[in-house]
């Protein structure tokens, strides 16, 4: 289990885009991408690949550190899976 919380604007977006807490906590868990913020501002980016009901698609968490706990700033739900999973 994971210990975090999510701003207003955060559990605005799982409510809009119908995003489950099992799906964001399984992307906090075991991300298929964890990204650092290039702006040294303290900030990630957890991308998790999971199958929708007709494609592949992918959940992105902004997130940064409050404390001892993750604080999700915003959830981002799409399938262009191919235009924001860059792999080196």
């Known amino acids: ?7 207003k604007h955060a559990r605005k977006r799982l409510d809009d885009r119908k995003v489950s807490v099992r799906l964001v906590e399984d992307a906090l868990l075991y991300p298929t991408q964890l990204l650092a ?18 494609k592949l698609r992918m959940l992105m968490l902004v997130v940064i550190m409050e404390g001892s706990r993750l ?8 399938s262009k899976v191919k235009k924001y999973l860059k792999i080196k």
């Open 37 to 54: 913020d290039g702006d040294g501002d303290g900030k990630w980016l957890y991308k998790k690949l999971y199958a929708g009901e007709k």
């Open 71 to 78: 604080k999700i700033l915003t959830i981002i739900d799409t």
């Open 1 to 7: 289990m994971v210990d975090y919380i999510l701003t």
